[in-house]
């Protein structure tokens, strides 16, 4: 599947590739060593990360985006959804 894919970020209220989404939240959080970024506010606490790495969010091509394409807005509120998202956290406290 290509790496070029753009997704709607509910937290960050912008369209982004999924390679920044993964990218943005191996950043430290708060303070961060010289030459560093820190974590964005909006991915600290972000939810989306084991839909986006699943790919269960609506993505269209960059090309497609490019071309006037966007991509949906993702339903946190579904079944599935809360679900996957459920199992991630559940994953992370154990």
């Given amino acids: 599947m290509s790496?070029?894919?753009m997704f709607y970020c509910i937290?960050?209220?912008?369209?982004?590739r999924t390679t920044n989404c993964?990218?943005?939240?191996?950043?430290?959080v708060g303070k961060a060593p010289?030459?560093?970024q820190p974590k964005l506010r909006a991915c600290e606490r972000c939810t989306m990360y084991?839909?986006?790495d699943g790919r269960k969010v609506?993505?269209?091509?960059l090309e497609q985006y490019l071309g006037g394409d966007k991509p949906k807005v993702s339903n946190?509120?579904?079944?599935a959804?809360?679900?996957i998202i459920q199992e991630h956290l559940a994953r992370q406290a154990s």
């Fill in 11 to 16: 937290p960050q209220q912008a369209f982004m």
């Fill in 76 to 79: 946190l509120q579904t079944v």
């Fill in 22 to 28: 993964e990218n943005l939240r191996k950043r430290p």
């Fill in 81 to 83: 959804n809360k679900k």
């Fill in 3 to 5: 790496k070029e894919l």
């Fill in 34 to 36: 010289a030459g560093a």
């Fill in 58 to 61: 609506p993505t269209v091509t």
């Fill in 50 to 52: 084991p839909l986006v």
